[in-house]
C-alpha cells in the first residue's frame, strides 16, 4: 500500500496562525500537491537538554512559555483540521520516525536565525527532503532593503536611517486556510516535557497583554518610562510574545501607527518602532556573522577576559556581589525569567568591566533564565555592551552608583528584591 502524502510546516519561533508566512506557504505547498498539511514542533535537544559553560540552555520560565504557546497552537490550528505534532528530539530524527509512516511532499520552515537552525535544515536536506525557508519574523523583506542590508555589520543607527528613508514595514497577512483540512494522527505520545515544563505555568504571563498596553494609554508616554526598572506599563512587556512568536511584530508595528491616527503622533509613540528596529537589526546581524556572533573577540576581536573565578560568577547570578542594585536585578531575574531592559544593561556591565569575566558567561546565563530569550538579541545586545559587536564605541561601561541614584532614588527597587527572604526558584 502506498504511503499517505503530507506536506510539514515546521515550527520554529513563529508560534502563530496569524501572520505567519512559514504557515502560508505550507498551506500553499500542501494545496497545490494536494497533500495534508501536519505542524511539527520539535523539543530539540540543544534548547532542552544540552548545556553550555555548564548551564542549562533554557529554563523553567522560557520551557513554561513555550509549552503553553504550543498548547494554545494546537488548539489553534485544529480549529482549522491541522494537527500539530509536538515531538522530541532533532527535527531530523523525527522526520526520519514521520518518513517511515508517511511521503513528505516537503518541509516548510523559518529562515535560520543563527547557526543552529541552519545546521537542523541541512541534516533535514541530507535525508532528501525538500525544504523551503521563508522569512516569517521580521518587519521588513530582505529584498526591499538591500542597501541596509549592504551596510551590516554597521552601527544600528545607519541601519536604522537606510531603512526608516527607503522602505516601510510589509503590512500583517492573515493566513489562508483553504477550509478545513483532515486532521493526521501523531505517531508518538506528547513528550513528557510537555507536562513537567506546564508545572511552572504559575510564573508564566497568561494572556497577551497588548491591547492591554495600548488601551491604557502608555504608548504616549513609553519613552520617558522605557527606562524604569519597575512598573507596570512602563514598557511593553512583549518580549515574551515576540520571542516565542505569538504575536508579530508587523502587527505590532502597524497597530502603533493606527494608534498614533486615534491619539496623536509624539517622540514615545515613534520609539517604540525604534525598539523594535533593534530587535531587527539583531536578526539580521545574526544571520550575517553566523557563529562569529557566539565568539569571545566577536566580529572586532582584542577581547582580553583578565578573571576566571567562578566564585565570582556564582555570586553574580544569585544576586550576592555585595553591589545591591545588581543583586536585587540579579534575584529578579532568577525569580522571574524577566528584567527591565536598564536592568540587564548594568547587570552585563558589572559582569564584564567590574568582574572582568568572559562575556559569554552573562549571556548564557541570560539564555538560562530569560522567559524572553531571543537568540540574535541576547547575543547581540551582549556582544555589543562587551565592545566585540555591532557598537561603534566599542562597549558600554554603566557607572552603577549614579545609574542606582537615578533609577532607583528611593531604593524602592533594590528593598523589593533584597528583603528579607526572596523567593527564588531553584533549577
Ligand atoms: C544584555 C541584554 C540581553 C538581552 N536579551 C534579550 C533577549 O534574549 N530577548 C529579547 O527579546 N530582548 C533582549 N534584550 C533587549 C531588551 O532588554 C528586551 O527586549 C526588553 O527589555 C524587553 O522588555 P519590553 O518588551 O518591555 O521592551 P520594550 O522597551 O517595550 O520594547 C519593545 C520590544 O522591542 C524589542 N527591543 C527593545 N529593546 C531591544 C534591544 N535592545 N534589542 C533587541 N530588541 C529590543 C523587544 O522585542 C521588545 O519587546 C536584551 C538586552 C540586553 C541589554
Given at each position: 500500500?502506498?504511503?499517505?502524502?503530507?506536506?510539514?510546516?515546521?515550527?520554529?519561533?513563529?508560534?502563530?496562525?496569524?501572520?505567519?508566512?512559514?504557515?502560508?506557504?505550507?498551506?500553499?505547498?500542501?494545496?497545490?500537491?494536494?497533500?495534508?498539511?501536519?505542524?511539527?514542533?520539535?523539543?530539540?535537544?540543544?534548547?532542552?537538554?544540552?548545556?553550555?559553560?555548564?548551564?542549562?540552555?533554557?529554563?523553567c520560565?522560557?520551557?513554561?512559555?513555550?509549552?503553553?504557546?504550543?498548547?494554545?497552537?494546537?488548539?489553534e490550528?485544529?480549529?482549522?483540521?491541522?494537527?500539530?505534532?509536538?515531538?522530541?528530539?532533532?527535527?531530523?530524527?523525527?522526520?526520519?520516525?514521520?518518513?517511515?509512516?508517511?511521503?513528505?511532499?516537503?518541509?516548510?520552515?523559518?529562515?535560520?536565525?543563527?547557526?543552529?537552525e541552519?545546521?537542523?535544515?541541512?541534516?533535514?536536506?541530507n535525508?532528501?527532503?525538500?525544504?523551503?525557508?521563508?522569512?516569517?519574523?521580521?518587519?521588513?523583506?530582505?529584498?526591499?532593503?538591500?542597501?541596509?542590508?549592504?551596510?551590516?555589520?554597521?552601527?544600528?543607527?545607519?541601519?536604522?536611517?537606510?531603512i526608516?528613508?527607503?522602505?516601510?514595514?510589509?503590512?500583517?497577512?492573515?493566513?489562508?486556510?483553504?477550509?478545513?483540512?483532515?486532521?493526521?494522527?501523531?505517531?508518538?505520545?506528547?513528550?513528557?516535557?510537555?507536562?513537567?515544563?506546564?508545572?511552572?505555568?504559575?510564573?508564566?504571563?497568561?494572556?497577551?497583554?497588548?491591547?492591554?498596553?495600548?488601551?491604557?494609554?502608555?504608548?504616549?508616554?513609553?519613552?520617558?518610562?522605557r527606562?524604569?526598572?519597575?512598573?507596570?506599563?512602563?514598557?511593553?512587556?512583549?518580549?515574551?510574545?515576540?520571542?516565542?512568536?505569538?504575536?508579530?511584530?508587523?502587527?505590532?508595528?502597524?497597530?502603533?501607527l493606527?494608534?498614533?491616527?486615534?491619539?496623536?503622533?509624539?517622540?514615545?509613540?515613534?520609539?517604540?518602532?525604534?525598539?523594535?528596529?533593534?530587535?531587527?537589526?539583531?536578526?539580521?546581524?545574526?544571520?550575517?556573522?553566523?557563529?562569529?556572533?557566539?565568539?569571545?573577540?566577536?566580529?572586532?576581536?582584542?577581547?582580553?577576559?583578565?578573571?576566571?573565578?567562578?566564585?565570582?560568577?556564582?555570586?553574580?547570578?544569585?544576586?550576592?556581589?555585595?553591589?545591591?542594585?545588581?543583586?536585587?536585578?540579579?534575584?529578579?531575574?532568577?525569580?522571574?525569567g524577566?528584567?527591565?531592559?536598564?536592568?540587564?544593561?548594568?547587570?552585563?556591565?558589572?559582569?564584564?568591566?567590574?568582574?572582568?569575566?568572559?562575556?559569554?558567561?552573562?549571556?548564557?546565563?541570560?539564555?538560562?533564565?530569560?522567559?524572553?530569550?531571543?537568540?540574535?538579541?541576547?547575543?547581540?545586545?551582549?556582544?555589543?555592551?562587551?565592545?566585540?559587536?555591532?557598537?561603534?564605541?566599542?562597549?558600554?561601561?554603566?557607572?552603577?552608583?549614579?545609574?542606582?541614584?537615578?533609577?532607583?532614588?528611593?531604593?524602592?527597587?533594590?528593598?523589593?528584591?533584597?528583603g528579607?527572604?526572596?523567593?527564588?526558584?531553584?533549577?
Amino acid at each position: 500500500m502506498s504511503k499517505r502524502s503530507i506536506t510539514i510546516w515546521l515550527v520554529r519561533d513563529t508560534c502563530r496562525v496569524d501572520d505567519n508566512p512559514s504557515l502560508n506557504l505550507a498551506l500553499e505547498t500542501a494545496g497545490q500537491s494536494s497533500t495534508d498539511c501536519i505542524a511539527l514542533a520539535c523539543l530539540e535537544p540543544r534548547r532542552w537538554e544540552h548545556h553550555q559553560f555548564g548551564l542549562a540552555r533554557t529554563g523553567c520560565a522560557w520551557k513554561c512559555f513555550r509549552v503553553n504557546t504550543l498548547i494554545r497552537l494546537r488548539t489553534e490550528l485544529l480549529k482549522h483540521g491541522i494537527s500539530l505534532w509536538i515531538g522530541a528530539g532533532e527535527p531530523s530524527t523525527l522526520v526520519g520516525q514521520i518518513r517511515e509512516r508517511f511521503t513528505i511532499s516537503a518541509i516548510i520552515t523559518d529562515l535560520p536565525l543563527a547557526t543552529e537552525e541552519a545546521v537542523e535544515n541541512r541534516r533535514l536536506q541530507n535525508l532528501g527532503v525538500k525544504v523551503l525557508t521563508t522569512q516569517s519574523d521580521e518587519l521588513f523583506q530582505a529584498a526591499n532593503i538591500n542597501s541596509a542590508l549592504e551596510q551590516l555589520p554597521c552601527s544600528f543607527t545607519r541601519f536604522r536611517k537606510t531603512i526608516e528613508k527607503d522602505e516601510s514595514v510589509v503590512p500583517a497577512h492573515p493566513v489562508k486556510f483553504s477550509g478545513l483540512g483532515s486532521p493526521v494522527a501523531q505517531i508518538w505520545l506528547d513528550p513528557p516535557e510537555l507536562y513537567e515544563a506546564r508545572y511552572f505555568e504559575k510564573q508564566c504571563y497568561e494572556q497577551p497583554r497588548w491591547q492591554q498596553y495600548l488601551e491604557s494609554g502608555a504608548l504616549s508616554t513609553y519613552k520617558k518610562t522605557r527606562n524604569a526598572l519597575e512598573g507596570a506599563n512602563m514598557s511593553s512587556r512583549l518580549s515574551a510574545w515576540l520571542a516565542h512568536g505569538c504575536l508579530s511584530v508587523r502587527q505590532v508595528w502597524h497597530d502603533t501607527l493606527e494608534y498614533e491616527e486615534s491619539y496623536g503622533v509624539n517622540e514615545s509613540t515613534y520609539w517604540l518602532r525604534f525598539e523594535l528596529l533593534w530587535r531587527e537589526f539583531f536578526r539580521w546581524y545574526s544571520r550575517l556573522i553566523g557563529s562569529i556572533l557566539f565568539t569571545k573577540t566577536g566580529k572586532n576581536g582584542g577581547y582580553e577576559v583578565i578573571n576566571s573565578e567562578s566564585v565570582l560568577f556564582g555570586n553574580w547570578c544569585s544576586g550576592n556581589t555585595g553591589v545591591d542594585i545588581i543583586d536585587a536585578a540579579m534575584r529578579e531575574l532568577r525569580q522571574t525569567g524577566w528584567l527591565s531592559n536598564r536592568g540587564r544593561q548594568l547587570v552585563a556591565s558589572h559582569l564584564i568591566y567590574e568582574y572582568d569575566l568572559d562575556w559569554r558567561l552573562g549571556a548564557a546565563w541570560f539564555e538560562s533564565q530569560l522567559v524572553d530569550f531571543d537568540v540574535a538579541s541576547n547575543w547581540g545586545n551582549w556582544a555589543y555592551i562587551a565592545g566585540v559587536g555591532a557598537d561603534p564605541r566599542g562597549g558600554r561601561i554603566f557607572n552603577l552608583e549614579s545609574q542606582a541614584e537615578r533609577y532607583d532614588p528611593k531604593k524602592t527597587y533594590r528593598d523589593r528584591w533584597l528583603g528579607p527572604s526572596p523567593r527564588i526558584f531553584e533549577h
